[in-house]
């Protein structure tokens, strides 16, 4: 018999959050679901009364975020798995953006995550169990013009979880990166601050525009049973693409990449070290 679990998601009101915290609840779980505007949860709410309880939180308000997770701790007894997901979209070219931008969208994207991963940690710990899922992108491989921020704090998360997979596997604890293919999230819409475009980018902008198209992804909901085997895998692995498609843009990136190490290997040689 599979024991039901507990879930805290972060972003859970829209996208990917929401159909994790879907297919969280069909199967049975508890979940405690973090967005900042928790009315789009209401109908499962209604739906869920007894396992599911929404939390209105910031997650760039450190402070919020441990009380948060508190209260969290409190509602279901313990947390099973933690999802971070919470994020948005910072969309402009590097030299566009203001620091105000820069540092709002960290906040939430990294240091977000950040903040929730020390909230848990200590109950985790003292459980001798749970898994935290991080959710960043196939995008944090490599950076790309226009999405340079949003990609800077993937690939800082990416790194970050690296290395607290090695602190935290001895207390009972997993951590799995998990990177997400583009999906229809409304993370280009209501997810996305913009920055004012200068004049030098815009036929970049449309290069950028013709080469993405107007396909907006598929749904969320297909990601979910991935993430539902992730949660009940006995030895996840450390890191997993998630995407067909992505998987085999992530692949071409790599090779990409060391084909680019091995034409430069005798300058790389040159230096000792």
Do not use: C
């Amino acid at each position: 018999m599979t024991t039901a679990k507990v879930w805290f998601i972060t972003g859970a009101s829209r996208g990917l959050g929401r159909a994790f915290t879907e297919a969280a609840l069909a199967a049975g779980d508890r979940v405690v679901a973090a967005a900042r505007n928790i009315a789009p949860l209401d109908d499962l709410v209604a739906e869920y009364p007894d396992h599911l309880a929404p939390l209105v939180l910031d997650v760039s308000d450190r402070l919020a975020v441990f009380d948060g997770v508190e209260r969290a701790v409190a509602a279901f007894g313990r947390l099973d798995v933690v999802v971070n997901n919470a994020g948005g979209l910072l969309y402009g070219m590097v030299e566009e953006a203001t620091e105000e931008q820069i540092r709002a969208h960290l906040d939430v994207n990294f240091f977000g995550a950040v903040w929730v991963v020390q909230a848990v940690l200590p109950h985790l710990r003292a459980q001798g169990s749970g898994r935290i899922l991080q959710i960043t992108s196939m995008g944090s491989s490599g950076g790309m013009a226009s999405v340079g921020f949003y990609g800077a704090g993937k690939v800082a998360l990416d790194s970050l979880s690296e290395a607290l997979a090695m602190e935290v596997e001895r207390f009972g604890v997993q951590v799995v990166i998990v990177e997400m293919g583009g999906y229809s999230t409304g993370l280009f819409t209501a997810g996305t601050t913009a920055t004012e475009p200068l004049p030098h980018y815009e036929t970049l902008r449309a290069e950028l525009a013709e080469m993405w198209g107007d396909e907006s992804g598929p749904d969320p909901s297909n990601a979910a049973p991935v993430i539902m085997e992730l949660a009940a895998l006995p030895n996840p692995p450390r890191r997993l693409i998630v995407g067909s498609q992505s998987y085999d843009q992530v692949l071409e990136i790599d090779r990409a990449r060391a084909e680019l190490y091995r034409e430069w290997e005798q300058l790389s040689r040159k230096a000792a070290g």
